[in-house]
């Protein structure tokens, strides 16, 4: 079967997913498909390059993904689940009707249709391999749960292929690049290695990498891990809610109610819908100052750091819809200053009340480098990518906190650049060399125009250990792929009543150290022995980590090792019976899009 190049950006707002092809002049292109979905009415077919990642279940149990989903969330939100992203890796579902649906289960929709739509594209019955991007700081359960979700979607799980979506993204940028002749180049990469800064705000987090970039005498690019800010849940829609918090504000008070008094008034359904009415503007005022001012820049030929000012009186007008009570309907209306000052506290880390700000995953990429403390002066370049980056407040903030020392280079296309980089990347993932720790330049066999990157683990992981201090699972920063044994530090677990077990769990966490106060809990472990074990007895575990973070640990008796056991580091199991369900109605799913 002939080999088929897919990248998909699985996003928390919305996902894309494009194809690489080699062109007549050898060089590598990327497309960005349209998809279909069923649009807002519910009624027609519509084909847009996003696919917004939302999930709606109607009362006949089928499913629909996409721009309906979404519409539908303002109309019966008990039956949509939207940002299921930020929950990938979780013990977590959402109960819609009688089924219990997990993270799992909505990404597998989503990449479905996705895997639908390039199968149309290359006329192929069936695509078995992908390249799915996933945040740089995205710990393992995360990464596992997302690939188990393209298992379910019906990829081979054997041909299913990570990459952090900021060097998807520099990726992309890098080919379109060197199809340029040098002296119309954004980025020099002669000479010395350049330390670039990813900074990559999307719909739902926000992700920053430091990657080291150089070009090999082949003409092959060389890219390499520096650092990766802490997993940050930071987005558009961060930014949207800021908004729709003040404007709800401002509609309560021209309605002369409290919110208690509103609640009292009118039922759940009226508050959701208004909510969501209010999203909607949010979203679309943000893009209509960002669509706005770049057609002014480029008719004027204006340099917006220069003339930010210019553009504080613009004004984005909408009225509220018609399916709200008679007495809500009311034209809303806020300039982009108004815009600019209510999400501050997202911009600025002495603004920032809960520590969401842009700020914080800057400065922490800068501090955790491999090269040890970076400081704004270190960095070469600013790379941008994430649809929030197409607004221009975004970029100035930026500009700013790199001391207006250089300006941050825009992607082609913010929404696509991380699905294209990921298809080029899939082009060439048979011939990539992967950097290990004792390599450190590019061989004299390096082949041309290829690319070479160093992945790195992105976080802390401990296991807790009752009466010692915490054993480091993974260490971040650490080179890939690598594998360690762990001795002496763990002791099988039971009930005091008990003097043998069959199985026994270990307390993870992710921290910036083993004894950080701010800490994160994720999902235990579980050692299932092959036969009753005695408390108390030694266990040593095998952690291996491969080149694409895909983590797997194995466990035995200090006394026995014959009896090796694969550890469940917290994946889901899901039953014969689930995934038979959900391949029906993804089924169904597929007679309609």
Wanted: aromatic share 8%.
């Amino acid at each position: 079967m002939t080999q088929r190049y897919i990248g998909i950006d699985l996003g928390t707002t919305n996902s894309t997913v494009s194809v690489a092809n080699l062109t007549i002049r050898g060089d590598i292109d990327s497309t960005t498909l349209e998809v279909s979905q069923v649009d807002e009415s519910g009624n027609s077919m519509v084909q847009d390059h996003t696919l917004p990642s939302v999930l709606y279940i109607d009362d006949q149990d089928q499913p629909y993904v996409g721009r309906f989903a979404r519409r539908m969330n303002g109309v019966y939100p008990s039956q949509v689940i939207k940002e299921a992203k930020r929950h990938i890796g979780e013990d977590v579902s959402w109960t819609i009707g009688e089924e219990d649906i997990r993270p799992e289960t909505v990404s597998s929709y989503v990449l479905n249709i996705l895997k639908a739509q390039a199968e149309e594209y290359y006329g192929d019955d069936k695509i078995e391999s992908v390249v799915i991007t996933i945040p740089a700081n995205f710990n393992f359960q995360q990464q596992q749960a997302t690939k188990a979700a393209a298992g379910l979607s019906g990829f081979d799980k054997d041909k299913i292929h990570m990459i952090p979506e900021p060097t998807a993204a520099l990726i992309d940028f890098l080919n379109e690049e060197k199809k340029l002749d040098p002296s119309s180049r954004r980025l020099d990469l002669k000479g010395q290695p350049k330390n670039l800064m990813v900074f990559d705000l999307g719909g739902g987090t926000c992700d920053v990498s430091i990657l080291q970039v150089s070009e090999s005498v082949g003409g092959g690019i060389d890219i390499q891990e520096l650092s990766i800010s802490q997993y940050t849940e930071l987005g558009g829609i961060d930014f949207d809610k800021k908004v729709v918090n003040e404007l709800l504000k401002r509609l309560l008070k021209e309605y002369g109610l409290t919110f208690n008094q509103f609640k009292e008034k009118y039922d759940r359904r009226d508050f959701l819908r208004l909510y969501e009415n209010l999203h909607e503007f949010a979203e679309k005022a943000k893009k209509s100052f960002s669509t706005k001012i770049e057609n002014q820049l480029r008719l004027k030929q204006l340099d917006y750091y220069d003339n930010s000012e210019k553009f504080d009186k613009l004004v984005y007008r909408e009225m509220l819809s018609s399916q709200l009570p008679t007495e809500l309907i009311t034209t809303l209306s806020i300039t982009k200053k108004d815009y600019d000052i209510i999400i501050q506290g997202l911009l600025y880390k002495e603004k920032s009340k809960q520590g969401q700000n842009i700020e914080e995953p800057i400065m922490n990429a800068l501090e955790h480098s491999k090269l040890g403390a970076l400081s704004t002066n270190d960095i070469d370049g600013v790379f941008l990518v994430g649809g929030m980056t197409y607004y221009h407040t975004i970029q100035e903030r930026i500009y700013n906190l790199f001391d207006r020392r250089m300006k941050p280079i825009k992607s082609i296309n913010p929404m696509f650049a991380v699905s294209r980089g990921a298809a080029i990347y899939h082009h060439q993932i048979d011939s990539i060399n992967f950097k290990t720790s004792d390599q450190i330049q590019f061989t004299e066999d390096t082949t041309a125009e290829s690319v070479m990157f160093t992945n790195t683990v992105p976080n802390n992981v401990y296991i807790d250990v009752i009466g010692a201090d915490p054993v480091a699972l993974l260490e971040k920063g650490t080179k890939l792929p690598f594998e360690r044994i762990i001795e002496d530090r763990f002791i099988v677990t039971g009930a005091s009543s008990t003097k043998t077990v069959n199985a026994m769990q270990l307390e993870l966490f992710t921290a910036m150290t083993a004894k950080s106060i701010h800490t994160r809990k994720l999902k235990s472990a579980t050692v299932t022995f092959k036969k009753p074990v005695q408390i108390n007895s030694k266990l040593v575990l095998k952690v291996e980590c491969n080149k694409e973070r895909e983590v797997s640990v194995k466990a035995w008796l200090e006394d026995d090792e014959t009896e090796v056991v694969d550890v469940n580091i917290g994946s889901h199991e899901f039953t014969e019976q689930e995934i038979s369900s959900l391949k029906a109605k993804q089924k169904n799913l597929n007679k309609i899009y």
